[in-house]
Nanobody, 126 residues
Framework: QVQLVESGGGTVQAGGSLRLSCAAS????????MGWFRQVPGKEREFVAA????????NLANSVKGRFTISRDNAKNTVFLQMNSLKPEDTAVYYC???????????????????WGQGTQVTVSS
């Protein structure tokens, strides 16, 4: 069983920055692509960013391109989401997830992920 634990959420003013971390258990972290999704009450979970198993490929939602960066440190079993120039519409619960299957490049489809963290709240005030 894989455990994913997010941290780094909080409340920030518009234009500010936050860095989310997601720590994974187990010894096979480097074999799997990872993703970040977000969700607000009453809406479907939304793709934010994904990164391939080795960090060589990243994919960002159009709404966050130029503001967010995804990265990973396989030696520390951790994936990061650096969020800059935050906007009130970025307010959501942010989840990290592990994509099914090894050596993938990172999917935008939440249905392709099998393990999820508990989420961390990000609130951006105007």
């Amino acid at each position: 069983q894989v455990q994913l634990v997010e941290s780094g959420g909080g409340t920030v003013q518009a234009g500010g920055s936050l860095r989310l971390s997601c720590a994974a258990s187990g010894r096979t972290f480097g074999l799997y692509a990872m993703g970040w999704f977000r969700q607000v009450p009453g809406k479907e979970r939304e793709f934010v960013a994904a990164i391939s198993h080795n960090g060589g490929t990243t994919n960002l939602a159009n709404s966050v391109k130029g503001r967010f960066t995804i990265s990973r440190d396989n030696a520390k079993n951790t994936v990061f989401l650096q969020m800059n120039s935050l906007k009130p519409e970025d307010t959501a619960v942010y989840y990290c997830a592990r994509q099914m299957g090894i050596f993938n490049s990172g999917s935008v489809d939440a249905g392709h992920y099998d393990y999820w963290g508990q989420g961390t709240q990000v609130t951006v005030s105007s």
